[in-house]
């Protein structure tokens, strides 16, 4: 007796083994086109800053293999660097030991409202601009709506709730971070941590959510010997190019290392390169923690 589900499964096996062979066929015979490298920009004006830092490297060609924690990349030391606000025109210099081109902010004030335009000129003829306008320092108030004091494994911490209100009007984008300073017992730099959220996100706008509250939990806050009690809650207006290329980076971050991961590109605002030009204004506010 014959079992025609027997045959069938038989020819669906060999035309899918024709189908792996066709594709393993055609992979072999692509060539990568070949590509030049590009020019990546990095700066972040910030008004509470001392100083203006700009960064600059030649991008990698396409298709070759890279994580983002690599620091290989070939970076620019001999481009001419200019800042300007429409009516005052800078030239930061390059810092050979810290990599950066650098300008101190009282020698360029960044005003809020104000649009900031940047160019980058290499003698071996790459060229790139961009621009961005600084938000203005008020934010939205910050409300802590619950500390919950939680014993485990005979360690103590905190998990506290807040939250904050969208200012009025449209077009607002937030970046917030909590933390606590820890001080060191000989004489080293105060150690600032980062807690994070357990509820909330770092990076938002207030698109279809204008007027409306955000609201966050913050991961376990535990009291080390040297720290204190204090909580430190980062608030800042960010332009939309900072809000776009974070979030965008931090997409990218989660698949680094995922060989099945699709290539993800990331946001830029640099029109003849690559990379982020953006500003961010507002404060940092401290919060006294229940003992």
Request: aromatic share 16%.
């Amino acid at each position: 007796m014959k079992h025609p589900f027997r045959y069938t499964a038989l020819l669906i096996a060999f035309a899918a083994l024709l189908l792996l062979a066709a594709c393993d066929s055609m992979v072999t015979e692509v060539e990568a086109p070949e590509s030049e490298p590009k020019l990546v920009v990095n700066g972040f004006l910030n008004p509470k800053d001392d100083t203006i830092a700009i960064r600059i490297w030649k991008s990698r060609p396409l298709y070759v293999p890279t994580s983002n924690l690599s620091d290989s990349y070939d970076r620019v030391y001999n481009a001419t660097v200019t800042l300007s606000d429409g009516t005052t025109t800078v030239t930061p210099e390059y810092n050979h030991e810290l990599g950066y081109y650098m300008i101190r902010t009282a020698a360029f004030p960044l005003l809020a409202g104000r649009t900031y335009s940047l160019e980058v000129n290499t003698p071996d003829g790459y060229h790139a601009t961009a621009s961005c306008t600084m938000p203005s320092d008020e934010v939205p108030d910050i409300e802590i709506t619950n500390v919950e004091t939680v014993n485990e494994y005979e360690m103590i911490s905190q998990r506290v709730s807040l939250r904050f209100r969208d200012l009025e009007g449209k077009g607002n984008f937030y970046h917030i971070a909590a933390g606590t300073i820890y001080s060191y017992e000989y004489g080293y730099d105060d150690y600032f941590s980062e807690t994070g959220f357990e509820r909330g996100d770092s990076f938002v706008s207030d698109k279809n959510k204008e007027a409306e509250y955000f609201t966050y939990k913050t991961y376990d806050i535990y009291n080390y010997e040297g720290g204190n009690n204090t909580l430190f809650i980062s608030m800042q207006n960010t332009d939309e190019h900072y809000y776009n290329f974070h979030r965008a980076f931090r997409q990218a971050n989660y698949s680094d290392g995922n060989p099945f991961a699709e290539p993800f590109p990331l946001y830029s605002n640099i029109n003849g390169g690559l990379g982020i030009f953006a500003a961010f204004n507002g404060r940092i506010i401290a919060f006294e923690l229940p003992e």
